[in-house]
C-alpha cells in the first residue's frame, strides 16, 4: 500500500492548480450513456473513481478512452448491449449507483447492485428507487440487485418530491426522465454546481430541462439525445481544501494562488466563513490569491446543502480551528457519523471531542507528527492538512482513499514548498 509521510513545518507559497471536478465528472459521464452519439468531455481529474466509472461503463459495452494527459474522455455508448452494474464495481464507488437512471433511461431496464455502507455510516438510495418508481419503473429486489424495468420499453415520466434534498437522486432521477414518454417534474431538487453544470450537458445534447438552479425540474421527455462536447468545471472542494492549506500553513501576509477556480462554486457561507478567520481573498477571474493571517479567528460553522457549508469541507475545516486562537464548533447536519478522522486527529495532539452531530475544537494546542489512518476520502486530506503544520513527520496511511479524489496531490504540495513524499509500506509488518 501506499502512504504520504510529510515533514511539517515548511510554509506552502506559490501556486497550487485545481483540477476538474470529480463529482460533476462523475455525472457527465453518467449523461454519456443516453446517447448512441460519442461524447467528449474535457478537464476530467486522473482519479481513481473516474477509472472505476469507465470500468462501469465499459461492462455495458460502452466505448471509453480516457487520454489521461490531455484529462479527456472519449466515450461512445453506441454499442451498448448490457445494463447491468455489477456488485464488485458499484461497492468500490457509490456513484456508480447513477446506472440506475441512466441504464433505465436509454434502454428501459437496468440491473444496479445496491452499494451498501460506507465508511460514514448508512447512505441511503431509497429516493433514488422512488423516484424511478414515481417515472413508472416497476422495481424489485434480486440477491442485493435493483431491478429496473419500464413497462413499456420507455418511462412514462412523473412527478416526485426529495426530501431530503439529495444530489445523487436528484441526478438520478434526471437521467430517466429526459428521454420520458411524457413530463415530468422534480421538487426539492438539488441546487449544488455538480447538478447545474450535469443540467446545462444534458440540454446541451437535445433534453428540455426548465427550472435549472432552482428547487424544482420541470422536465419535458425527449426521443432520443444528442453527442456533445462538454468542459467539466474545476473542482469546488479541491479548491476549498486548497484555501484551508493557504490558510494555515502559508507565510502570513505572504499570498498563495490558487489557479483554475470557480469560487463562486463554494457558496456564500463557506466564503464568508472563511474570510471570518482573518484570511483574505482576491479573486482575478479563475486565480484567487488566498493571503494568510497572523492570527486565524476561529468561526463555528454547520454543514449544509448548497449554498451552505460542504460537508465535504468540515474535516478539513476541523484542522483550521486546530490552528486558530481559541474554541469554536463544527455541526454536521447532512451525515451525523462523518467524523472518523477525528480519533486519528486526536492522535496528533489535536483537542476535538464530537458530541452528538457535533465536533468542540480547542484551537492553539500544539500538532505532532504521528503515524494516522485515512478512513474516507475528505477525512484522509484533513489528515495531510494536519501533518504540513504538525512538528515533526507525519505518515499517513492507506492513501487510496486520498487516490479516488485529489488529482496528484502530493506533486501539487511539493511544487509549492511541502515537504512530502509517496512512500510505499506493507500495513502488517512488525515494528522494527
Ligand atoms: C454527493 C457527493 C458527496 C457529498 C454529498 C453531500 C457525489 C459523487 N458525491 O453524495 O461527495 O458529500 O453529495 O453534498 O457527488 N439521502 C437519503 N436517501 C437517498 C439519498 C440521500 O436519505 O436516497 C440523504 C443522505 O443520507 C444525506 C442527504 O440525503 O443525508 C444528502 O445526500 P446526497 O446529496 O444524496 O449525497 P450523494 O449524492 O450520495
Known amino acids: 500500500m501506499d502512504k504520504l509521510v510529510i515533514r511539517g513545518g515548511n510554509?506552502?507559497?506559490?501556486?497550487?492548480?485545481?483540477?476538474?471536478?470529480?463529482?460533476?465528472?462523475?455525472?457527465?459521464?453518467?449523461?454519456?450513456?443516453?446517447?448512441?452519439?460519442?461524447?467528449i468531455l474535457r478537464h476530467i481529474p486522473d482519479l481513481k473513481d473516474i477509472r472505476t466509472f469507465c470500468r462501469v461503463m465499459e461492462v455495458t459495452g460502452t466505448e471509453v478512452a480516457f487520454d489521461t494527459g490531455a484529462h479527456t474522455l472519449r466515450i461512445d455508448a453506441g454499442p451498448l448491449n448490457r445494463s447491468e452494474a455489477p456488485y464488485e464495481l458499484v461497492k468500490r464507488m457509490r456513484a456508480s449507483f447513477y446506472m440506475l437512471g441512466a441504464l433505465l433511461g436509454r434502454t428501459g431496464q437496468a440491473r444496479v447492485s445496491l452499494p451498501g455502507g460506507c465508511a460514514w455510516g448508512p447512505r441511503p438510495v431509497d429516493l433514488h428507487i422512488q423516484g424511478m418508481k414515481a417515472l413508472g419503473a416497476e422495481i424489485s429486489l434480486d440477491k442485493g440487485y435493483v431491478v429496473a424495468r419500464a413497462p413499456l420499453g420507455r418511462l412514462k415520466g412523473g412527478d416526485f418530491t426529495l426530501s431530503p434534498s439529495s444530489v445523487g437522486a436528484t441526478i438520478n432521477f434526471l437521467l430517466a426522465a429526459v428521454t420520458a414518454a411524457g413530463p415530468s417534474r422534480l421538487h426539492g431538487a438539488a441546487t449544488e454546481p455538480d447538478v447545474i453544470e450535469f443540467c446545462q450537458m444534458l440540454t446541451a445534447m437535445g433534453a428540455h430541462i426548465e427550472g435549472i438552479g432552482t428547487r424544482t425540474?420541470?422536465?419535458s421527455g425527449v426521443d432520443a439525445l444528442g453527442g456533445v462536447s462538454f468542459d467539466n468545471c474545476p473542482d469546488r472542494i479541491e479548491l476549498g481544501t486548497f484555501m484551508i492549506a493557504a490558510a494555515i500553513a502559508g507565510r502570513p501576509g505572504e499570498p498563495v494562488t490558487l489557479s483554475h477556480a470557480r469560487p463562486e462554486h463554494l457558496g456564500q457561507v463557506f466564503l464568508q466563513a472563511f474570510e471570518q478567520t482573518g484570511s483574505r481573498v482576491k479573486v482575478d477571474g479563475s486565480t484567487l490569491e488566498v493571503i494568510p493571517p497572523h492570527r486565524l479567528t476561529p468561526v463555528s460553522i454547520s454543514?449544509?446543502?448548497?449554498?451552505?457549508?460542504?460537508?465535504?469541507?468540515?474535516?478539513?475545516?476541523?484542522?483550521?480551528?486546530?490552528?486558530?486562537d481559541g474554541n469554536a464548533k463544527v455541526l454536521e447536519t447532512i451525515y451525523h457519523d462523518r467524523f472518523k478522522h477525528i480519533p486519528e486527529l486526536r492522535r496528533m495532539g489535536i483537542n476535538a471531542v464530537v458530541v452528538g452531530n457535533e465536533v468542540v475544537v480547542e484551537g492553539g494546542n500544539p500538532i505532532e507528527g504521528a503515524a494516522v489512518m485515512s478512513t474516507d476520502l475528505r477525512a484522509s486530506v484533513s489528515l495531510v492538512l494536519a501533518g504540513m503544520v504538525a512538528r515533526g513527520e507525519t505518515h499517513v496511511l492507506r492513501i487510496y482513499h486520498l487516490d479516488r479524489g485529489y488529482e496528484g496531490l502530493e506533486t501539487k504540495l511539493a511544487a509549492a514548498g511541502i515537504d512530502v513524499r509517496r512512500e510505499r509500506y506493507d500495513e502488517w509488518a512488525d515494528p522494527s
Open 11 to 39: 510554509p506552502l507559497q506559490g501556486t497550487l492548480p485545481v483540477s476538474g471536478s470529480k463529482n460533476t465528472a462523475l455525472a457527465l459521464m453518467s449523461a454519456a450513456l443516453l446517447t448512441r452519439e460519442p461524447v
Open 217 to 219: 425540474l420541470m422536465i
Open 303 to 324: 454543514t449544509d446543502i448548497y449554498p451552505g457549508f460542504p460537508t465535504d469541507l468540515q474535516a478539513q475545516w476541523t484542522i483550521l480551528l486546530a490552528c486558530a
